[in-house]
């Protein structure tokens, strides 16, 4: 599988009706998303590598929809680069907007932990072929001001 979209609403435990969800558990739920899609793509364990350039757009309300899109855009020999969209939106309107996006990569670990080799991805269409290059673009910009 390349590419998994989580759906559910935005927890209602916030101390006000209609309070914005914070950016640390909207990071919670785009780690989740990016660790099932890249988890399966290895067909085991991984671990988070790099998480980058989210950038937030909106905020997310108690009781909004959620939907997070991670995409496999390619990988490494022990890696998978994924781009992560959120999108949310009232539950009585059928449009989601886009509230972040980022870029995130994963290593496959095998049973002692280590780094392990993963299936080869490769873009075809146009379109991974473009993901593909933001999600690079991305992870240089980030590795450059490190």
Known sequence: MHSITLRFLAPHNTPHAGARVSGGTVLGWVDEAGFACASAWAHGDCVTAFLGNAHFLRPVRAGDLVEVRAHLAFTGETSMSLAIEVHTGALASSELH????????????????????????????????ALAQQVQAQITAAQAVQ
């Open 98 to 129: 886009m509230v972040l996006h980022c870029a995130a990569v994963y290593v496959a670990l095998d049973a002692t932990g280590a780094p392990r080799e993963v299936n080869h991805f490769s873009p075809e269409t146009p379109g991974d072929m």
